[in-house]
């Protein structure tokens, strides 16, 4: 028998997880706003100190020098970017105490569902790997393709995370009626899934090149940016239609199909929610000049809708297996 306490703290400690991975999400969307991004150049200290300094008098006064030979052309020292880096290197470091707490907590699962122990364990040494691979997009000097294989895999945790918590409460999952959904629901949510995956994706490139943008033009005359948006940018905003429209079809059917009470309405209502704050944060950068607080915003909706569409898809699972 499962110790129930147990299994709740287990379930709240992986739902903290989550919340704090898409809390790091935004806090990373932050960093790339506001320029931080280089506002520690090195790795895993900052500056070569693990608690950054707070004036350029702290540092050598040849640091410039030093950093021009490790590849970091050009780095001026900016508290405020080198304090917004590092508290992001912060978060990321609570995450994994937050991830090894779930890890050690899923333990009691060894005795009724191995998988779930093995899945926790898994999701920490992800973590880690993660924490090594923002070393690289450090030392790859803000890489696009390292950036977005870096966002991917945050993804890819979340989609564990979530996965682990509703395998570990599976009894309550086979209670929800789907019996009136359509078949072909659980292809189309995969589809989105993917289509999701596929915008975020093109999202980091346009990313980059508003960063490149931002930088030419010294991160002023922000209204003139947008004379300058690559063609990513306007495939980005137009695919933007078939994700809203592919998900709107799933709300509606869901909608259609279960009772008020059902937790995969309340997921539906949620995700075109997302999806809506998603898309006024786009217009806004598109049609306000790029304001800094919209990025962030627009970055952390753009990866809530794929855990949204990931749950619904699990308790699918779930229900229907049974």
């Excluded at 520690?40 to 693990?50: A, H």
């Excluded at 950093?67 to 994994?96: C, D, H, M, S």
Aim: proline share 4%; glycine share 6%.
């Amino acid at each position: 028998m499962i110790n129930h306490q147990a299994a709740l703290r287990f379930r709240r400690l992986g739902m903290w997880t989550i919340c704090a991975v898409y809390f790091v999400i935004l806090v990373g969307g932050i960093v790339r706003a506001s320029g931080a991004g280089m506002g520690c150049p090195d790795w895993p200290t900052c500056f070569g100190q693990w608690v950054p300094p707070t004036e350029e008098s702290q540092l050598p006064p040849n640091y410039q020098e030093i950093y021009a030979e490790r590849g970091y052309k050009n780095t001026q020292f900016n508290p405020v970017k080198t304090w917004t880096e590092y508290a992001n290197r912060l978060v990321g470091v609570t995450i994994g105490f937050l991830i090894f707490l779930t890890a050690w907590s899923s333990r009691i699962f060894l005795k009724t569902d191995k998988s779930i122990f093995y899945l926790s364990v898994s999701i920490f040494l992800l973590v880690g790997f993660q924490g090594w691979l923002g070393s690289l997009v450090v030392a790859s000097n803000l890489h696009p393709f390292m950036i977005t294989l870096h966002m991917l895999l945050a993804l890819f945790i979340v989609a564990l995370l979530i996965y682990a918590i509703a395998k570990s409460q599976k009894e309550s999952l086979i209670q929800i009626d789907s019996s009136q959904l359509p078949k072909i629901l659980n292809t189309v949510l995969i589809i989105a899934m993917g289509l999701t995956l596929l915008q975020v994706a093109m999202g980091t490139q346009v990313r980059e090149a508003v960063d490149f943008i931002a930088h030419k033009h010294k991160y002023i005359d922000r209204e003139y940016w947008r004379d300058s948006f690559p063609i990513i940018f306007y495939i980005h905003r137009s695919f933007s239609a078939i994700v809203l429209f592919t998900n709107l079809w799933i709300a509606w059917k869901i909608y259609q199909s279960v009772d008020k009470n059902n937790v995969l309405l309340r997921c539906s209502y949620l995700l075109v929610s997302v999806i809506g704050c998603a898309i006024i944060a786009g217009v806004t950068l598109d049609r306000l000049g790029v304001p800094p607080v919209a990025q962030p915003i627009h970055l952390l909706m753009a990866n809530l809708i794929f855990g949204v569409q990931f749950f619904i898809y699990i308790c699918l699972y779930y229900s229907r297996k049974a």
